[in-house]
């Protein structure tokens, strides 16, 4: 299914869109092999011939250039390991979802007037779905969480995926798990 399909007339159908990535996310995982914890971001790039770089930078958190069938990655190393695995998966979504655009750069979220595009939020909803396994994430999800999500077992489940606080929070609430028991 192509984006076209998933948007109609200039507007954006959000669950659909959703499903979609959902479903592609999970797709890549399973044609890479990729059945474990914390998910290997770096493997995957690799699998599709995807070099990586860091470097610090003030502005961005990371960036992703395709030319002549060649594809980079840049990310910036002045952000926690669980912000750079986190950009990594995000320009893996530029990667996938986004083929008829050759640059993207990704400037930080606290940046003033950094507005969000579709493509941004998309791009956000590939990382979290690949970082966080939505089926893995429910049963790990109702493996610890049985009387609700306390603060120690959010920290646990992040741990558990090499990700931040705030994006597992964001991944839960985003699948409507917190109102599972």
Avoid: C, W
Wanted: hydrophobic content about 45%; glycine content about 6%.
């Amino acid at each position: 299914m192509g984006q076209g399909t998933l948007r109609k007339e200039g507007k954006v159908n959000k669950p659909m869109i959703l499903e979609h990535i959902e479903t592609q996310a999970e797709a890549i995982l399973k044609k890479a092999g990729i059945n474990t914890l914390p998910v290997p971001v770096e493997e995957i790039a690799a699998k599709y011939q995807i070099r990586i770089r860091r470097a610090p930078h003030p502005a961005f958190s990371g960036m992703l250039i395709r030319k002549d069938g060649h594809a980079l990655i840049g990310v910036s190393t002045s952000e926690p390991a669980v912000r750079q695995r986190f950009t990594v998966a995000h320009e893996l979504g530029h990667f996938f979802l986004h083929t008829n655009k050759d640059a993207f750069v990704d400037y930080r979220d606290n940046m003033k007037g950094v507005v969000r595009t579709p493509r941004e939020k998309e791009a956000n909803m590939f990382a979290a779905a690949l970082l966080m396994p939505r089926q893995v994430l429910l049963k790990d999800f109702r493996a610890i969480a049985k009387g609700g999500l306390s603060d120690d077992e959010l920290t646990t489940l992040a741990k558990r995926y090499a990700v931040s606080e705030d994006a597992m929070r964001f991944r839960l609430m985003n699948l409507n798990f917190l109102s599972l028991k």
